[in-house]
C-alpha cells in the first residue's frame, strides 16, 4: 500500500520587506487552516549568518495587528545582536483589510474587516482585534482558534518556508492580552517553549471584566472551563517551570488594579515555587513607550535560554 503523501506546503505571499539593523522585517499573508480566512504575520530575521535562528514570538494586545509591536516597539535592535528572530502574528481572524476613499483628494483610509459574523467589531475587547489566543467553543465564534493558530500553525508555516529558523528552539512574551496569552501558552507547552515575559499581563482574566466578556462568548458559562485559559489558575497546576517568569508592569498602568492584577500571580507563583521576576515600574502607564524603555531586557531574559538550549 503507498504512503499517504505529505499535505501540500501552503503558500505565503509577501507584502513587504525593509532593512533594519542589518536584518530584515518581513510581513506575510497566507490562507490559514485552523482559523478559516487570511492571516497576516510579521517576522524579524536578524543578519545571522546561523542556519538555526531560534524564535522569540510576540502576542500583541487588544485592537492590535501583527504590525504594532514591529514599528513601535523598537526590538530589532536586541534581536539583531543576540541573533533571534522576532515572530508577530495577528491578534484575531480578520479576512481582509478594506480602503475606502471618501474623496478624490483624500488619503484611503484603511478598516479591518471580519468574518461577517454579528458583533465581532460592535467592540474594542471582542470580535475583530480581540481573540484572546484561545479556542472558542461557542460554535458562533468557531473561527476564533487562535490558541491552535500560534502553538500548530504557526509555527509549522514558518518551519515550511524559512530554513534558517530553529522553531524548536522557541521563547514567547506579549503585552496586555498578549500577555496573558503568551503565558498560557507557555504555562500549557513547557516542553515547547523555552522561556516566556510579559509586559503588563492580563494575568487572571476570569476576575477582570476583558476576561469575562471574551471567555462567556468564546467559551461558554461553565466558568471551570475559563481556568485553562487563565495563568493565574495554570500555574497552581505547574510544577515544570524551572526559567524565571519575567514580567514588567507600569505603575501608572490605569488598567492594574481593575483588568490586570498582577497581585494574583505573584501569590499563585509564590505558593508553588514558580520562580517570578515582577518588576513593578513607577511613573510608566499601559503603552508601547514602557514596553520601548524595557524591551532590551526582555530579548535578554529570552536569549539566555534560547541559546543555552
Known sequence: MAATPPPPVAALEQLSSSKMFGGHNLRFRHQ???LGCPMTFSVYLPPSPASSIPVLYWLS???CTDENFIIKSGAQRAAAAHGIAL???DTSPRMSMLKLLLSPRSVPRVYACGLNIEGESDSYDFGVGAGFYLN???EKWKNWRMYDYVVKELPKVLSDHFEQLNTAHASIF???MGGHGALTVYLKNTDKYKSVSAFAPITNPINCPWGQKAFSNYLGSTKSDWEDYDATCLIKKNNNVSNPILIDQGEDDKFL???LIPCNFEEACKAVGVPLILR???GYDHSYFFIATFIDDHIAHHAQFLKSA
Open 280 to 282: 513593578m515600574q513607577p
Open 32 to 34: 490559514s487552516a485552523t
Open 174 to 176: 506579549g503585552h496586555s
Open 136 to 138: 472558542a467553543t461557542n
Open 61 to 63: 494586545g487588544l485592537t
Open 87 to 89: 515572530v508577530a502574528p
Open 257 to 259: 488594579a481593575e483588568q
